[in-house]
């Protein structure tokens, strides 16, 4: 049953980077299932970040809708854990492969960030916060297009 809730929240992704799912973007910790309940236990990427409360929503409107028609609970219960943190080291493999084509530069713990469109790492910091608080804004030097960096953290 575990699976089937797998498969229908992979199809629920990032409000704010459509291309990432929740899967992938490492903030799905725990799935339970009770007699009439699923219960998902999330940790949130940034405090505050109002993106949030969509993936709450969108959790439990995707899974109660899709799940109905493999005979899952109806009942879902988001939960949400702050402890331990969520760090970008929990972005999948795939999830930062989806963010560059996408792109958004993944996050690198190596510092080293380069243009999504032609790989260039001559690039220049315009801000740190881009289109939202959790990327900085960047522009490659060579080929001049802005992009966004996912920060660390
Ligand atoms: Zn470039």
């Not at 992704?13 to 929740?22: G, K, T």
């Amino acid at each position: 049953m575990i699976e089937k809730i797998k498969k229908i929240l992979a199809q629920v992704s990032d409000p704010e980077i459509p291309v990432l799912s929740l899967e992938d973007l490492g903030v799905i910790r725990n799935i339970a299932v009770n007699d009439d309940e699923i219960i998902v236990t999330i940790t949130p990427t940034y405090s505050g970040c109002p993106a949030m409360e969509v993936m709450q929503q969108d959790i439990i409107k995707v899974l109660s809708k899709q799940g109905r028609k493999v005979g899952l609970p109806t009942k879902v219960t988001v939960i949400t854990q702050l402890s331990p943190a969520w760090t970008t080291d929990w972005i999948s493999e795939k999830g930062k492969q989806a963010l560059l084509k996408y792109g958004i530069m993944p996050p690198s713990r190596k510092g080293t960030i380069m243009c999504p469109q032609c790989e260039s790492k001559n690039v220049e910091l315009l801000s740190q916060f881009g289109s939202t608080a959790c990327k900085a804004l960047y522009r490659c030097k060579d080929c001049l297009e802005p992009f966004d960096y996912f920060k660390c953290h």
